[in-house]
């Protein structure tokens, strides 16, 4: 069965997020000094992970992404890639990881099934690193990418956020060190989610913009056409080399969107930028039946009209989406709590 939202979306892709503690502070997601943690008893365990991404894929979901918060400081991860990887149901199991815990990392996570890894990787150079993320880890996180091929890991991907003034000089040198992973580089424009309290629309290069400063490098840049729901639209240099781009804030792509996110503490929510989201661990914790948990995560998708980047795009005068006031106040409107 695929659950349909009121766009006739289907319900494929689930991000879990792990924890919501992380070992770098990147000033566009957690750029204060404290945050506000979810409580430790509340977490669920990997059985109870396990148990939700059963239901879920009882409705369609075929994609599970693990994230965070930084996913690696979850004590024991490669044990839940190996409850998650052993369902026959499930497609692909991935992780999106900053790579700092990488290194040590790698052979187990591969060792448990997990089928591939994304870094976040913004820039190349360890001085602009420690400014990005307020902790001198660069080291480490090159360490983390080198260790994935020798583990096993193929379809690499590396995922830079763009920023005007900030690595919007890097593109081509890091599609020239996605080569050597091998990896390909994705490029994300900057998008106001919360936590991002430091979010202004000049500090956004655009996919046009990203496209002319490579086209000045590589010459003439070819889209590849292809059938996906996947967010990156992908381009080939007349070299033949492959990267992507993720237009989420100049031209999202809501109309296909069929990801879902999990947050540590079992909240469903049904967008990046949705406000309030569906507690899945209350009901589980009391004891709910398959059946009822099909219904709640059914009657929230089948009542789906969300859309929230192609609405914040309609906005004049745009500011963060959610002030720091009200993120302390709900640490679940966090892009680190929510999963991303
Ligand atoms: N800590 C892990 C990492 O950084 O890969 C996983 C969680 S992190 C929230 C997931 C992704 O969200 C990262 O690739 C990060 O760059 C991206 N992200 C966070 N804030 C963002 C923003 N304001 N705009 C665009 N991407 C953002
Ligand atoms: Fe950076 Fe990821 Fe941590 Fe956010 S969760 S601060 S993007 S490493
Ligand atoms: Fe999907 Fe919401 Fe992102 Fe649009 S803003 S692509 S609906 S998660």
């Given at each position: ?28 997601c ?6 506000v ?6 977490i ?7 148990t939700?991404?059963?239901?879920f894929?009882?409705?369609?979901v ?11 400081l ?7 890639a ?9 497609r ?15 052979p ?13 990787l913004?820039?190349?150079r ?19 990418i ?18 005007r ?16 992973v ?6 994300i424009e900057y ?8 979010w ?18 590589y010459?003439r ?27 989420s804030?100049?031209e999202?792509?809501?109309?296909s ?25 209350g ?35 745009r ?5 720091i ?15 991303g």
């Open positions: 069965m695929v659950v349909k939202d009121v766009y006739e979306r289907p319900l494929r892709n689930l991000r879990i997020s792990v924890t919501d503690r992380c070992n770098l502070r990147c000033g566009y957690m750029p204060e000094e404290d945050y943690w979810l409580p430790r008893e509340q669920l365990d990997f059985e109870e992970i396990s939700l991404a059963e239901v894929m009882d409705l369609g075929d994609k599970i992404r693990l994230t965070g918060g930084e996913p690696l979850r004590r024991g991860l490669p044990e839940l190996r409850l998650l990887a052993g369902k026959p149901r499930l692909d199991l991935a992780l999106t990881t900053n790579g700092v815990l990488l290194r040590e990392q790698a187990a996570l591969r060792a448990a099934g997990l089928h591939r890894v994304t870094v976040s913004d820039t190349l360890p001085e602009r690193f420690s400014a990005l993320t307020r902790r001198a880890s660069h080291a480490q996180v090159l360490e983390g080198a260790a994935l091929a020798p583990a096993g890991f193929t379809g690499t991907k590396l995922d830079t956020v763009v920023m003034g900030v690595n919007d000089d890097e593109l081509a040198d890091l599609i020239e060190y996605g080569r050597t091998p990896a390909e580089v994705r490029f998008m106001d989610v919360g936590g991002a309290t430091r202004s629309i000049d500090k956004v290069v655009s996919r046009a913009e990203m496209l002319q400063i490579l086209e000045r490098r010459g840049i070819e889209p590849v056409v292809e059938e996906s729901t996947a967010p990156a639209d992908r381009y080939t240099l007349a070299d033949g080399g492959v990267f992507g781009i993720i237009a804030t100049t999202p792509f809501c109309a969107c069929d990801r879902s996110r999990l947050t540590a503490d079992g909240v469903f929510y049904l967008c990046l930028y949705a406000q309030k989201g569906v507690d899945l661990r009901p589980l914790r009391r004891g709910a039946s398959r059946d009822e948990l099909h219904a709640l995560i059914a009657g929230a998708w089948g009542r789906r009209a969300d859309r929230g980047a192609e609405e914040r795009l309609r906005l004049r005068d500011t963060p989406l959610v002030q006031g009200r993120l302390r106040e709900d640490p679940h409107l966090e892009m680190h709590t929510r999963g």
